[in-house]
C-alpha cells in the first residue's frame, strides 16, 4: 500500500525562499511507475518545488502591482496593456460568432422556405440559432459597454488602421491570427496586432466597413487553422482514450469508476455555520465580507467593483497566500489516503494569469470578475482511479473546506471529444486560511498522471487546446450545424471543425448530394459524432453514405427516419454495425416501410453490440415472425440498451417474442408499443413483465384497443405492486369498466410519476376510486376525454392537497356541469382544486353560467385552465358537447390518438 504525499512537507509563510527558482529551470523526465522509491520521490519533490519557485518569483511583482492600486487608485501601465488587448481579442472572438450565428439564423431560414417547410418546422429550427444569438449579443454588448467604462488605451491599435476598408484584407493576410497560436516565433506583446485583435478593435471603433473585410479574412484562416488543428486534436484524443482503456482494464477500477460517479452527486456540501447547501452566490459573499478592502470597496459600489479590473488584480494578489494554503491544506488531506500503487501526490498550481482572467471573463462572465474563482488552483496527481476515488472521497470527508461543485469527466457517458479528449476530476471548494481568516475559492483538480503527461506533450496537449479554444473550435456554434444541405457545410464536415450535424428536410437525397457528404464523411479529419439525416428521401443514396461512415470512430447518433430505405441499405446499415469500429449509441431508423429485412438484418447486428443505447424502429410495414423474434433475441441479450421504441408497428401475435425476454431484460428503462394491435392476450404477458421486471421505468400503451376492461384489470393489478415504473401511459385503450382498477394503481403505488388515461370511457365511478397514497410521487394524472361527470369531478377536485402536490391534473372534454361543491364561501380551500401548484385543466366541459363565472374570478389564482382549447373561438356549451360528441363516437372507439 502506498502512502500518498508521504513526501510532502508543509510550507512556511515567514517570508524565507520557497527554494531557488533558476535552480529548477531546466527540464526533468518523468518519473516511471516502476521507478524506485527514491526516484519517484526525488520526481516528486523538484516538480512540486518548480511549482513554489513559480508562485514566489512572481510574488513581489504581483504585490507591487496590488500596491500601485492602492497608492494610485488605477491599474500600472503595463496592466493597462495587457487589459486593452486581451480584451479587444475577447471582442473579437464574441464578434465572429456573433456574425456567425447571424449568418446561419438567415440562411437557415431563406433555405428553408425554399424547401418549403411548415412554419412549425422553420421555427423550431431557426429558435435554437436564435436564442444563441441573443446570448452572444448580449455578451458583446455587454463586453463593449465594459470597455468604455474601464478607460482602456487603445489609441496605438487605431494608428496601425488603414484609412480605407478594401486595404484590410491585405494587412490581415500579414498578421498572425491569434496571440494563443503556439507555433508562433516569440510571445505577441499587448501593443502588438493579431487579425483577431484588430477585429476585436474595429468592433469597439464603431468601423463596421473594416470589421467586414477583417472578418471575412478571419473566418478563411480559422478554417484553415481548424482543419490544421483536428490532426493534433485526434491525435490527443486517442491518446487520452487509449489511457482510460488500460486504466479500466480491471474490475477494480470499473468499481472506482461507479464510486466516483456516486461521489460527484454529493455537491454542493452543507454551509458548516447555517447547515444548509452551500451554493456559489453564498460562497462568494464569504469570501469578499472576509476581505477587509472588498468590503470597503461593496459598501459603495457592489455591481461596478465586481467588473473593475483592479478588483481582478485583488483577487490575484490574495491568491499567493491562498495558492499555498490550499496546498497545505490537500497535501494534509492527500497525505492520510492509502491506495494501491504509487503514492499519489499534489502540486501547487500557479496563480491564474490576469490577461487569462480578462479574456476568459469577457467572454463567458459578462465581464464580472467575480464569477471567475479558479485563480487558486492546485493539481492532484494520481496513478488509478482508485486514487483518484480515494482522494475525492477524503476532500469531501475533510472538515477544513466545503466543496461546493464537482465535475466528473471520468465518468463514462462524458463526451470528451469537443475539448480534445482530455479528463479530470475538478472540484469547486471553499477553504479558510488557517493563518489570516480569509475565506477563498480554490479549484482541486484529481487527475491521473497518465492524463498530465499528455497534457504537457510538445506539439499537443495544452498548448493546442488553448491555440483550439481562442478560436473557438471547442465551442458548440462552431462545431454543430442545424439547417439545410449545403457546400460550405460538408466542406466543415471533411475539415473536421463540425461534430454536429442536423440536416433532416434539407435536400440531401436531391442531385448528387449524398455521394458529396459521402466523400466529406470519408476523411481522415472528419470527426463528426452526430448525423439527423432525417426526412431527406435519400433511398440508395444512404450506400456511399453508410460506406463513408463504416471507418468512423466518432460517430454515436445516426437519424435515418423518413428516407425510403430499402433491403439493400437495411443490410449496409448491417454491416456497418457488425464491423464493430462504429460506436454508434443511438440509431432512428423509424418510417421506412419498405426497409423490409433489412430491418431484421439490422437487429441481428445489435443482439452483441457493445454501444447501442437508443433504438427506434417504429413506424414500419411489416409483421414478420422473424424480425420480432430477432428483436426478442436484442433484449434478451444486450448489455445496454435503454431506449426501444417500436410504436406503429404490426407486432400483433408476436407480442409473446418480445414481452418474455422483458422479464428477464436489465438494461431498458424505456419501452414504447402504442398503436402496436396488442389484443387482449398481451395484457397478461406485459402483467407478468410488471411483476418480474424491477429496471423499467417508462411504459407507453396507447391506442391499443383490444387491451379492453379485462386486460386493463389484469395490467393494473400489476402495475399496483411495481416499484420502478415512473410513467405509464395507457390511453384509447378502452378500459371502460376496467379503468377503475387504476384507482388501486394510485393508492398503492409510490413510485409512479405520470398516468395517462384518456381517452378510455371512464365514468365516475372510475373517478371516485381514485385515491392517493400519502407518500404519493404522482406529478401528472391524464383523465381528459372520458366520461366523467360532476360526481367524479368533484370527488377529485375536494381531494386534501398532497403532501407533494401534482403539478397537472387534466379533465378537459368531460361531463363535467357544475362545480357547485367550490362556489360557497366556507369551501375548503386545501383541496386539491384550491392548489396553486396543481394545474387543473377543464377544457371544453359543459359548465353552468355560476360556474364559468367563479372559474372566470378564480381560475388563474387557483391555477385553473377553463376555457376552451381554441382560444380565439369563443367559450360555448353546444361547442363544447360537439367537441366531446366528435371526438368519442358512440361505441367508445376514438378516432385517433
Known sequence: MGCASSTQTPIVRSGASYGDFASHTAPKNRASHKASDTARAAYIRTKVDRAIAKIEAEAPELRAQGEYIATRKELPPELQRVAAAEALDALGTLYCTVRSLDTQQHETRAKLEAAEW????????????????????????????????????????ASKLPAKPSEMAALCETLPLASTDPDLPKPIEPLELTVQRLLGFCVFSNKPGHADAAIEVYNQRRTAATATLVGAIFKDIRMYGDAMEKVKTNEAEQAAAKELQELSQQAPQLDPDTGSPMFMSDASRRVMDSDSVFAARLAERTDEFLQELEYAVWKRVQALDGSIAL??????????????????????????????MVYKSVTKYGCNFVKCNDIIRCTVVATSLQAVAAVVRALLDSDTMVVLRIKNRFRSDYDARPLGGYLDCQLMVLFKD??????YFGEVQVNLEQMVVIKGRPGGGHSVYKFARSLAVFDSTTFTYSGPWTDEMCEKVAAGVLLTVDVRQGGVGKDDRASVLAKALASPKCRITELNLAWNDIGDGLLPIVKALKNSKTLTDLDLHINELGPAEGSALADMLLSGD????????SYNYDIGNGLTAICEALENSKTIRWLNMSNQDTSSPALWNTVGTVIRKTKTLSYLDLSCASIRGSFSAIMNPMNINKTLTEL??????????AAAAIAECLRLNNTLKKLDLTQNDQIGARGGTLIAN?????????????????LGTGGAAFGKVLELNTTLEELRLERNQIDDDGATSINFHPDSKMKKLDLSANHIGNEGFQHLALKPSLTNPLSELRLDKNLVTTIAPLLSPDADQKTLLFSAATKVSILDNEMDDASLEWLRVNGQRCSINFATEDADIPYSRARSRAVLAAKVKPDGQSDSA
Open 582 to 589: 462504429v460506436p454508434i449509441t443511438k440509431l432512428d431508423v
Open 718 to 734: 400489476a402495475l399496483a405492486t411495481n416499484t420502478s415504473i415512473t410513467v405509464f401511459k395507457i390511453g384509447l385503450c378502452a
Open 672 to 681: 414504447n408499443l402504442s398503436v402496436t394491435r396488442l389484443e387482449f392476450e
Open 118 to 157: 411548415g412554419q412549425e418546422g422553420i421555427k423550431n429550427v431557426v429558435g435554437k440559432i436564435k436564442v444563441a444569438l441573443q446570448e452572444e449579443e448580449n455578451r458583446l454588448d455587454t463586453a463593449c459597454e465594459r470597455l468604455i467604462s474601464w478607460g482602456l488605451n487603445v489609441a496605438p491599435f
Open 434 to 439: 488557517g493563518d489570516t481568516g480569509a475565506w
Open 327 to 356: 496546498y497545505n491544506m490537500v497535501c494534509a488531506v492527500v497525505q492520510k489516503v492509502s491506495t494501491p500503487g504509487p503514492t499519489s501526490f499534489v502540486v501547487p498550481g500557479g496563480v491564474k494569469k490576469f490577461a487569462r
